[in-house]
């Protein structure tokens, strides 16, 4: 396929130069370690895999929040996304979480999703709060906007850390009313809400960066429903 790369380089959105999130490791509750690290725009296609059958789960939602999180690993990929970074979770290499976002500028950050392929091991929340603390601590921004799509993520994201409702602020995800994460929210919550050390030991490092591996569609779906098939 020809591509007019001039227009291209008018279409691709201008980027801010993003600190790099430091891997960490953490120790799930079934003892299993779970190394988080920043996802590299190549990584998309493996992520994109992982993420697709999640379009055919409605329970918790999982439909709709792998669809927009589908499209936003796509935009990213296709450079239509401002300031987009990807966090994974892994255990041997498997991934088991999702995490994705952007900076909207040097002082506000945009939460996107967060999937959890493993449940029952809070993954979710130790990704989450992952992103939490990129944007926090690494990137140095005063406030991150958040917004939930479904009862758990609303229980997990506003009710665990007090978020602070936004009246008349617009998330970018939509209609659904929009809360924010502050620094001294963020520190606040920070100890009990905020798992992992660093640095991560190169055997588990190289094992998590050698490769990103998905299980198929029928673990997946089994991992997240609980159930065989979906």
Known sequence: MAVDMDLEALLRAPAIEMAEYPPKMITLANGKKMIVRQADIKD?????????PTLEIPRDYYDIVGARLYAELLGWYRH????????????????VGIVNGRMVDKDIGMSYHTLAIDRGLRVGSHLFAAKMEYHIEILGQQEVWITAESPIGFRRWMIEYGLIKQEGVQHELGGA??????????FETKPRLVAGKRPVSKRFLDEAMDKIMVADEDAISEKICGVKGR
Do not use: H, W
């Open 80 to 95: 239509r996304v401002r300031n987009e970074y990807c966090l994974v979770g892994q255990i041997e290499g498997y991934l």
């Open 177 to 186: 009313s929009s809360y924010k994460l502050t620094r001294d929210l963020y």
């Open 44 to 52: 998309v296609p493996v992520l994109l895999q992982a993420v697709r």
